[in-house]
């Protein structure tokens, strides 16, 4: 289908679309982009060589769990595949936490109150 980005994903619902699939968060992660609560970070940036912290400080996928962004920095700088499979891992449970909001907002009639909280967080200039 091809609509994985946040904003579209939004979008989509809103437009009554209840099924999604695209490459893209995995695509974002084999070239070190990653998806947070505070918007897409470049992981292979120096920055982050010695950054001690998980990816995403309000993610519970098995990357933020266990691993730092330094090492998936360390991982994706020496183009170890495991470090794009952290980067799949955290990226593909980013969009379902996303989309589990999304399916409690709908539950509670406030969708579009939740969809616009979390682009504006995200820093997504589109919006539903």
Known sequence: MGI???DMLF???RKGVDMFDCVLP???ARHGSVMTSHGRINIM???YANDFTPLDEECDCYCCKHYTKAYVHHLMKCE???GARLASI???RFLIKAMEGAREAIKNDRFLEYAA???EK???VRGC
Do not use: M
Request: charged letters at 25%.
């Open 4 to 6: 994985g980005s946040l």
């Open 117 to 119: 909280e979390v682009l």
């Open 90 to 92: 955290h990226n593909i």
């Open 122 to 124: 995200f820093g997504s």
């Open 45 to 47: 940036k120096g920055k």
């Open 80 to 82: 170890e595949g495991f």
């Open 26 to 28: 995995t695509r974002l």
């Open 11 to 13: 979008d989509g619902i």
